[in-house]
């Protein structure tokens, strides 16, 4: 044996822990990773939330409806509509208000325009993740027409705030869809772009096809959701499973792939944007007439009710309790990127390179932002008892976190 094969041989079983964040130039925003490496193999990975954390859910308690609408639109700046959306269904079926047809229509319109926004700003991070940094400008640059839609519609790029209680607030005119049509037709033919670029480009097919491939049984058993779990074969999706606010009137067909692989959740995006599309331009021509609000309470009847709704990452979850009062007495939010998290560190990352790790992060399409919902504390010796309630509320720790 030369003595640089023995130098190899002991060296070989040594594994090492890669840190990467909370601050790192390769993180949008803050999070910990931790990937213990066998040369460029993932053998472990492990991840810390909570850097970000606004305490959106105690918040909520000290304002009434109206202001708490507006509040959880902060939870997420890409999603702001579907958490609005969420909340004020639950606050909607406490009182027992049916918001007119038209409003839920204008409703679906948002919330698939919100779609094209979130998935084409995901493909350009997703793509910049793997170094393909034209696809990141061109996809960015059509991002920009949907912001253009967005600010002209609802007055904002970001926080629209389209909903309010009992309806929207915010109509579409003839002069709307004679302006948006013709923007929303270009944007079809650039998402047929990007599908034969990603099908066909054989530097990004070496970069996606078989990398970061999640089971179909192991989607199920993960409780991934939205495009993560679709692209593995889970026809799950809230608008079907469990219609809500337009999606009652107007169905939407569900995209699916059954690769289950990096590539797959590229496709079903870029997909979802063109059935988006059709879909946007199919209800705004069959527009129901009516008003667009109903009438609300300020005070709201005593009870809890939950609501899901599909956002661009998957299911959003609101449970809200009401105890008679203007206030709500409990908000309680579960994101889609709370459970596809689990998918990448438990399982997908194992068996990878380092190197591929940036994109199949970006693959789940993850926020950072909407997951500080729990809190690891550490006993030393007695690391394993557990705490109840009432030794956590010493040390200024509630439930609600």
């Not at 964040?21 to 990773?33: M, S, Y």
């Not at 027992?96 to 084409?120: D, F, T």
């Not at 692209?231 to 799950?236: E, I, K, Q």
């Amino acid at each position: 044996m030369t003595e640089l094969q023995e130098i190899n041989k002991s060296t070989s079983a040594k594994k090492y822990i890669v840190p990467i964040g909370p601050q790192h130039p390769a993180l949008k925003e803050p999070g910990h990773f931790q990937f213990t490496v066998e040369g460029e193999i993932v053998v472990d990975a492990t991840i810390r939330l909570g850097y970000v954390h606004r305490g959106i859910e105690k918040a909520a308690e000290q304002r009434n409806y109206t202001q708490v609408l507006y509040l959880v639109e902060r939870v997420c700046g890409i999603c702001s509509h579907s958490h609005g959306t969420a909340f004020i269904q639950c606050a909607e079926k406490l009182a027992g208000v049916e918001i007119p047809p038209r409003a839920k229509a204008v409703r679906a319109i948002a919330g698939e325009i919100e779609r094209l926004h979130s998935h084409l700003l995901w493909l350009g991070v997703a793509s910049h993740g793997g170094g393909f940094d034209s696809m990141f400008m061109y996809s960015w640059r059509d991002r920009e027409i949907v912001m253009e839609i967005l600010e002209n519609f609802f007055g904002n790029r970001v926080n629209y705030s389209v909903n309010i209680p009992g309806g929207v607030k915010e109509d579409i005119t003839t002069e709307f869809i004679d302006q948006v049509t013709p923007k929303l037709e270009y944007l079809k033919k650039r998402m047929e772009y990007y599908l034969d670029v990603i099908n066909t480009d054989i530097t990004f097919r070496q970069r996606t096809v078989n990398i970061g491939k999640i089971g179909k049984v192991e989607t199920d058993k993960l409780g991934a959701t939205g495009p993560t779990a679709r692209a593995s074969g889970v026809a799950r999706d809230m608008r079907i499973t469990r219609p809500y606010d337009g999606y009652d009137l107007f169905p939407v067909n569900i995209v699916t792939d059954d690769r289950c692989d990096l590539n797959a959740r590229f496709v079903v995006r870029i997909k979802e944007c063109i059935e988006s599309i059709l879909y946007i331009i199919d209800v705004m021509n069959r527009m129901p007439d009516g008003e667009l609000t109903a009438k609300m309470p300020r005070k709201i009847p005593a009870g809890e009710y939950m609501s899901s709704v599909e956002a661009p990452r998957g299911e959003l979850f609101y449970f809200v309790r009401s105890n008679g009062t203007e206030n709500p007495d409990r908000v309680k939010i579960r994101t889609a990127s709370l459970c596809n998290w689990g998918t990448v560190v438990s399982s997908v990352a194992k068996g990878h390179k380092l190197a591929d790790m940036p994109m199949i992060l970006s693959g789940i399409d993850p926020c950072f932002s909407c997951n500080d919902r729990m809190v690891q504390i550490s006993r030393g010796k007695n690391d394993s008892e557990v705490w109840t309630w009432e030794q956590l509320r010493k040390y200024g720790i509630e439930y609600y976190q």
